[in-house]
């Protein structure tokens, strides 16, 4: 102890010795009734500026998932470029122009990105959700895809494939047709993979979107349904021509025969169809109702890019020929894709400023 003048004792010295004389239990006590901050228990990662996300280990079946996007994406990006169908003689490819590539490219490379995420496993179930929704709707795709190169031939009709309006009374598959074929199985593998992965994968927030899930999935539901009933009929049709009898001068509307829509394709395309059509309604049942809340972006996100592929190429084929015509279902099928990346960017948006 040290003595200051005047003979008082100095305030470091007391306390010095009244810590000394508090026995080795009370000091331990004493510490653990101190509050302490706790953090959320993470092992991965949490979106940065985000709420705060529990991820747990990742199951090697769901990065073999995200192995399977990118290598699906990866297929279908070779696909644009190499002969796709011969029919009746002629060379049909998918990419003709800068738009078709854009179009063509909008698929694979969401899913190339997508696969990304859920390799390096930081945020699983955001990619395990895209994945599952993506292979449902693949299964539809590839269903038809299989009769358009294999099974077209027994019912000749007139097809538009890659903008072109052809009769189908024969057809030979070219490179590119097998590459979609195996990216789009590919693609239904993956979704395989994320549905086993997804009860093992521990993902988890705070549940900030519970209240408003109801709504998205109301606007999901009625945009699925808007989607169908715009599958059902060609997105590009050939326009009736007006023809006029020069002697009485009547207006007569000459119907030409045109696309096959969705639903009057027989066999596996009908059947792909028909799956199609229900995959979508569900998906946008399900997508909305996924926990956490980046797994409801994930499966929004699919059927977005999905939806907006098939009324862009729509579109691409009303621009590219001159036997055909943007329809009102083509125009329809655009805006629910537009509306589904509305409500998948809303979902985004309230994970931001809730956080």
């Known amino acids: 102890m040290r003595a200051t003048e005047g003979g008082t004792v100095s305030r470091d010295a007391r306390s010095g010795a009244a810590s ?18 706790r953090r959320p228990a993470t092992s991965g990662g949490a979106p940065e500026g985000g709420e705060p996300v529990v991820v747990g280990a990742v199951p090697p079946s769901a990065r073999l998932a995200g ?14 470029f ?32 997508v696969g990304v995420v859920l390799l390096r496993g930081a945020v699983p179930k955001f990619g395990l959700a895209y994945a599952g929704v993506a292979g449902a709707l693949a299964v539809g795709q590839l269903l038809i895809e299989i009769y358009r190169g294999s099974s077209s031939t027994t019912r000749p009709g007139i097809e538009v494939i890659a903008g072109v ?67 059902a009929l ?14 009485t001068g009547l207006v007569t509307v000459v119907t030409t025969e045109g696309p096959q829509a969705l639903l009057e394709r027989p066999g596996l395309a009908l059947l ?20 956490p809340r980046l ?23 009303a ?5 055909l015509e943007w329809t009102v279902p083509g125009a329809a099928l655009l805006l629910a894709g537009i509306g589904y990346a509305l409500l998948t960017a809303l979902a985004w948006r309230l994970r931001r400023s809730r956080a």
């Not at 004389?21 to 006590?29: F, H, L, S, T, Y």
């Not at 399977?68 to 644009?80: K, N, S, T």
């Not at 060609?234 to 002697?247: E, F, G, H, I, N």
């Not at 049942?285 to 926990?291: G, K, Q, W």
Request: charged share 10%; aromatic share 2%; hydrophobic share 55%.
């Open 20 to 37: 000394r004389r508090i026995p080795p239990a009370a000091r331990r006590e004493k510490m653990a009734s101190a509050p302490s901050v």
């Open 234 to 247: 060609p997105a590009a049709d050939v326009p009736d021509q007006l023809v006029t009898d020069p002697s």
């Open 165 to 231: 309006r052809v009769l189908t009374s024969s057809v030979a598959v070219g490179a590119g047709w097998w590459l979609g074929v195996a990216a789009l199985a590919l693609v239904v593998l993956a979704g395989v993979c994320a549905t086993v992965a997804w009860g093992r994968t521990v993902m988890e927030d705070s549940g900030s979107l519970d209240p408003l899930r109801s709504g998205l999935a109301g606007a999901a539901v009625l945009l699925g349904v808007g989607t169908v009933l715009a599958l």
């Open 295 to 317: 797994a409801a972006v994930g499966g929004l996100l699919a059927i977005s890019v999905a939806v907006l592929a098939a009324g862009l190429t729509g579109l691409r084929d």
């Open 272 to 291: 792909g169809g028909l799956l199609l059509a229900g995959a979508v309604v569900l998906c946008s049942v399900i997508a909305p109702s996924l926990r």
């Open 319 to 323: 621009v590219a020929s001159r036997d």
């Open 82 to 113: 190499p002969t796709y169908l011969v029919v009746g003689g002629r060379e049909l490819n998918t990419v003709t122009g800068l738009g078709s590539a854009l179009v063509g490219l909008l698929v694979p490379v969401a899913s190339a990105a």
């Open 67 to 80: 192995a399977l996007l990118v290598l699906a994406a990866l297929l279908g990006i070779a696909a644009l």
